[in-house]
C-alpha cells in the first residue's frame, strides 16, 4: 500500500458515535455540542469529548460562539482519510483476488490428482 496511514485519524473515525457526529456537522454545515448531543443518544459531555478526539486529529475544528464552541469539518482532512480508507479498500481487494487464484490453483491440483487415481 502506497498511502501512509494515519493510525490515530482511523481510531477517530473507527467509532460509531464520531462518524454519526461528522455526518451531522457536514449534513447541518457545523454545530455546537449541544446541538448534536440534541440528536445523538449520548450527553452533551459525551459528545464534547468524541469532539475533542476528532479536533486533536485535525477532523474538526471549532470557534467560539458565545458561551459554547461551533464545530465545522475539516474537508480537507476528511478528503484525507477518505483517500486512505479507498487506498486500503484497493490493497485489500488485491490481496484478496491473489489469495482466491491460490485457492483456486489448489483447488485445481487437488482435482487434477482425483482424477488420476
Do not use: C, F
Not at 498511502?3 to 473507527?14: H, K, Q, R, T
Not at 461528522?22 to 449541544?34: E, H, I, M, R, V
Amino acid at each position: 500500500m502506497n498511502a501512509v496511514i494515519d493510525d490515530g485519524l482511523w481510531s477517530a473515525v473507527g467509532d460509531p458515535t464520531r462518524r454519526r457526529v461528522l455526518d451531522l456537522l457536514l449534513a447541518d454545515g457545523g454545530g455546537t455540542a449541544t446541538s448534536l448531543s440534541e440528536q445523538l443518544p449520548v450527553t452533551r459531555q459525551a459528545v464534547a469529548k468524541h469532539l475533542g478526539v476528532l479536533g486533536r486529529v485535525g477532523l474538526v475544528h471549532s470557534s467560539a460562539a458565545g458561551r459554547e464552541r461551533r464545530y465545522r469539518v475539516d474537508e480537507a482532512q476528511l478528503a484525507r482519510a477518505v483517500a486512505q480508507l479507498s487506498a486500503a479498500g484497493a490493497a485489500w481487494d488485491a490481496r484478496l483476488r491473489r489469495i482466491k487464484r491460490m485457492a483456486e490453483a489448489i483447488q485445481r491440483a487437488k482435482d487434477q490428482r482425483s482424477t488420476q487415481e
